[in-house]
């Protein structure tokens, strides 16, 4: 369904570049991958059970013992920590809760500025907690600089600076021969400089959290599914897995996009898989050679955007564009392998540098996002109280999970804060259609997105779905 405009030797160099990858993420393939640890085997109890050991569980879990030391949380995840969106992203870890300033602003203008301040207090305490705990992560304030291949493009860079000045948001737009210094492209030709953006190793990310968890007390079980959930009696929560049942006071759902527990949020999200590549390691005279010298993330401006940065041993990650929605909404790790939009990706970075198109590429990967209507996280409880979470983080979740973290702890506390009293906490996201009107319709968002790509011109399908405050975004 993508329209790949890749041209002449571009689309063919990419060939021997993608022979010899690896299917492994980048990420997780490494000696220092932490040993799985044991399945729950025996029937417990506890005061609060995460579900769930990616960002969103392990900063649930962290937190909460930081709030109380004294309290007994369990983290019980159906594989390994970090194993699904987690391990796998871009490692793009940005200040907004609301997948950028636009988005916010349009969905909650008389909020926006609350939410952009608590945004840059959440990365702070963000920066703290991994400083605290030892976590080493390779977390950076690097920022990120958008790029615009087109008038249209160049456009929404400017749009987005004014209105990211008349929200305190820093920023500044680079013409052509400054955006040289950043980056040089022949299919660039403006960009947004945004310094306050951070990049991270997203596996050492999960992998520091759990150990500071299990520092902590924290109990974690590796490959132990939950499958269900018992809430019937009045003070408890039953949650059953294969080998063993747990009780808990409190239970903190951070299941991503994985089958929910409650069916009443069968329809808030669909699973969206996105797949990136990695290169061998450049030299710095490869780099030079394209302008890239510092450690700033960059990312275009279209809707089917690309996301590329460099690793600590000098790979370029280059992914993005496509975002495929599998009919019915399966969730299935052979989807995580798609070779024609590794093709697709790979054509695309030889078009982008010329000045790369032999480099080989390393590992070719993907991972399923958990993307909702208004493109950001959703929480809440259920259950009287007893059974809280925090999902939909679109593709923008590095940060902001520990904001979801820190609301669903507060909902479940029964804390009424800045946080539990916003409106994008108090109003859910408008459902989903279901099969085949799901399906259909958001075939016709990327048709359109792309057509916008190319031609500049919002048709009125995506304009229907703008006055609905309805979208489809990874």
């Known amino acids: 369904m993508s329209v790949d405009t890749t041209t002449g030797p571009a689309r063919d160099a990419h060939r021997k570049a993608l022979r010899a990858t690896s299917t492994e993420p980048y990420w997780l393939d490494r000696p220092e991958r932490p040993e799985t640890l044991p399945r729950l085997t025996a029937d417990t109890t506890a005061d609060l059970v995460v579900v769930g050991g990616g960002y969103t569980g392990l900063w649930t ?129 403006a960009g947004l400089w945004q310094p306050d953006y951070a990049l991270l190793d997203p596996a050492r990310l999960v992998w520091g959290l759990r150990a500071a968890c299990l520092e902590l007390g924290v109990r974690i079980a590796e490959n132990t599914e939950v499958t269900a959930l018992d809430a019937k009696r009045a003070d408890r929560v039953r949650l059953t897995t294969p080998y063993a049942r747990v009780t808990a006071r409190r239970v903190a759902l951070a299941t991503n996009i994985f089958p929910p527990l409650l069916k009443r949020l069968g329809l808030s999200m669909v699973p969206v898989y996105d797949y990136a590549l990695t290169t061998e390691p450049l030299t710095h005279d490869q780099l030079a050679a394209i302008g890239w010298t510092g450690d700033h993330g960059i990312t275009d401006a279209g809707n089917q955007f690309h996301y590329l940065r460099k690793t600590a041993d000098n790979r370029i990650l280059w992914g993005g564009y496509d975002a495929i929605y599998p009919f019915g909404g399966r969730v299935d790790e052979a989807l995580t392998q798609r070779p024609a939009t590794f093709d697709t990706l790979a054509a695309q970075f030889a078009e982008t540098f010329p000045a790369l198109t032999d480099v080989p590429f390393s590992h070719a990967w993907g991972g399923v996002i958990d993307s909702t209507t208004r493109f950001c996280m959703f929480a809440g409880t259920a259950s009287q109280g007893r059974i809280g979470y925090a999902l939909g983080f679109t593709g923008l979740g590095v940060g902001a999970t520990r904001f979801g973290a820190e609301v669903m702890l507060d909902l479940l506390e029964g804390r009424r804060t800045e946080r539990t009293e916003l409106e994008m906490i108090r109003r859910k996201p408008l459902p989903f259609p279901p099969e085949p009107v799901r399906y259909l319709g958001i075939q016709a968002t990327r048709w359109s997105m792309a057509r916008e790509d190319l031609n500049g011109r919002r048709n009125m399908w995506l304009r229907t779905l703008d006055r609905l405050g309805l979208g489809f975004d990874s």
């Open 61 to 189: 879990a962290l937190i909460a013992k930081q709030r109380d030391p004294a309290r007994d949380v369990l983290v019980v995840e159906a594989a390994t920590c970090g194993h699904a969106a987690s391990g796998r992203n871009g490692g793009f870890c940005s200040p907004s809760l609301t997948h950028g300033l636009a988005n916010g602003a349009a969905r909650w203008p008389d909020e926006i500025d609350t939410l952009q301040r608590l945004g840059d207090a959440n990365l702070d305490a963000f920066e703290r907690d991994l400083e605290t705990h030892g976590v080493d992560c390779g977390f950076a304030r690097t920022g990120k600089v958008s790029v615009a291949a087109t008038p249209w493009q160049a456009d929404a860079l400017r749009e987005a600076a004014a209105l990211g000045e008349r929200h305190g948001e820093k920023s500044r737009l680079l013409d052509r021969d400054e955006l040289r210094e950043w980056v040089n492209s022949p299919m660039w030709s």
